[in-house]
């Protein structure tokens, strides 16, 4: 991972506390430059590394979108549906994964163990649906606090309690492979 990489993870992930913070401070216009922004350069990274996925320019398409819109409507309410877009965007690549194998977790697991077992395999496909279960339940939440249109409850939600949960499945998996590698 490059410096480049990190710091569009970063800026990904503290998105919605930079939404929370600055709502009301810079127009919602201002914010959907700044999310056109990452993803533009998380995009121009992806191609750089020559991959022949259509993934990257679909999420990329996907995101510019929702920026444009939340741009041409001026709209801070309409930018609340951030987080939707992600988990919904993460559901389908999971779920597209699930069905045209390897997974997205098993390529992640093969990065570590590049001779993954047949049990690793289904392993790994029992997990992508974990994830999938928890991207729609996420999802649901994150539009629940976006309809509900209180800010504070929105922030504290996706921009807190959402990763604290996903913090959560991490490690949780994580004690239940070292077991089952145990086992």
């Known amino acids: 991972m490059t410096l480049l990489d990190a710091v569009i993870a970063l ?5 919605p506390l930079i939404v929370y913070l600055t709502l009301g401070h810079l127009s919602p216009g201002v ?31 996907t995101l510019a979108s929702f920026a444009v819109l939340v741009f041409a409507t001026g709209s801070g309410a309409t930018l609340l549906y951030y987080p939707v ?10 779920g597209y994964s699930l069905r045209h194998p390897p997974t997205v977790i ?23 649906i974990v994830w999938l279960a928890f991207f729609l ?3 649901s939440i994150a539009l629940a606090t976006a309809i509900a249109g209180d800010v504070s409850l929105w922030g504290l939600y996706n921009g807190f309690v959402a990763y604290v949960l996903m913090g959560a499945l991490f490690a949780g998996e994580f004690l239940i492979r070292c077991r089952v590698r145990r086992a």
């Open 137 to 139: 339940a996420n999802g």
């Open 106 to 128: 098993e390529r992640i697991a093969r990065i570590r163990d590049p001779d993954l077992p047949p049990s690793g395999v289904a392993y790994t496909r029992r997990v992508t």
């Open 31 to 61: 914010l959907a430059l700044i999310l056109l922004a990452i993803y533009g350069a998380r995009f121009i990274a992806q191609r750089r590394k020559s991959t022949t996925s259509p993934l990257p320019a679909w999420m990329f398409f």
């Open 85 to 94: 877009v992600v988990n919904a965007m993460l559901f389908v690549l999971f």
């Open 11 to 15: 800026l990904t992930v503290v998105y």
